[in-house]
């Protein structure tokens, strides 16, 4: 199996607007790869089956996903590796998702253990490692761990010119983490930095819906509250046409809500 074709054709599925469309795309490849016996290839998908199962927060399956492609690497006695922990990081994460806290904390010092071993500190996987840690510590509402674990992917993720949008998510992190703890300057600093980076960028995924979000939030909170409806409204669209109605989307329905009681149109 060409995986890396797969993919491409997976990634024109959301670019044609048809999120709907990849779970029966992406369960077929699987099976074919499992009677091809390619499992390289099987570890790659099932790695995209969580993100797509975690993103629609249909945690069942996304959980089977994350069982399936440890054992599958254990059995390739890729245990220890740093392509093992890249995949731990993807279970870790979807742990979080899925409300797991404690379970997603303990796979994350795995990944931490595996990187700490066999790559330099100033490695782009670090940074990516801390951008979820970070999350995980926002979830559990310790905004000043989180603010520290983005800190360093700040500084690591700054010398990689070509990851780009990895740096303006990060600093929407930041900015999302600094809206918790009332540092609106600091917050509306990373949230202009972040702008800047995807006002370059021709794409604008769902990445760029992120940024609207947490603009939006930034927006109410200062009860800028008619530019804060435009901002989730453009974030609603860029997320459905990206990646569906995921829970992420709906949250911005509830948000969405709230605002326009503040205006008079509830």
Known sequence: MDVRQVIREMDGLYELNKPDAVEPFLLEKMEEARA????D????????GIGYYRDRAKYDKCLLCCREVRKTLDDMGMKGSVPYATTLLNIATAYRAAGMLDASMEVYREVFQIYEERLDKSDYLFASL??????????KGDYNSAISY???ALDIVKAYPDQRISLATSHVN??????????????????KSAFDIFH????????????LAAMGEFLYRKQAYEEAELMVLLAMQKLEAHVGKTDGYRRLEDNLKEIRKKLGKA
Request: hydrophobic share 35%.
């Open 36 to 39: 091809e016996r390619d499992f």
């Open 41 to 48: 290839s099987l570890v790659t998908l099932l790695n995209e």
């Open 130 to 139: 801390y951008n979820n840690i970070s999350l995980l510590y926002e979830q």
């Open 150 to 152: 983005l800190e360093k």
């Open 174 to 191: 930041m900015a999302s983490a600094l809206l918790k703890t009332s540092r609106w300057e600091q917050a509306e600093d990373h949230l």
């Open 200 to 211: 370059q960028d021709e794409r604008k995924d769902f990445h760029y819906g992120m940024a």
